[in-house]
């Protein structure tokens, strides 16, 4: 299920203010349809995104560590 979450675009300023955490990670294109969830560290994983990645768009959930936010991933 995806994240009730509200989209943010994915820009250099939404890297920026990402928290020091783990989470689950929702990217998605600019019709808001997810194209891809993954877990991680969420300044890399946007870093990377937005460096490599087709995302125009992402959303987290915050997790208390590696294993939880692999955790949420599983229960997505």
């Known amino acids: 299920m995806a994240l ?44 990377e995104e937005l460096a490599y990645g087709e995302a125009e768009q992402v959303r987290w959930e915050r997790a208390q560590s590696k294993a939880h936010a692999e955790q949420l991933l599983e229960e997505r």
């Open 4 to 47: 009730r979450k509200c989209w943010r675009p994915l820009s250099r300023g939404t890297v920026g203010s990402a928290p020091d955490a783990y989470g689950l990670i929702e990217f998605g294109d600019g019709d808001g349809n997810v194209i891809e969830a993954t877990a991680g560290f969420l300044p890399d994983a946007l870093r």
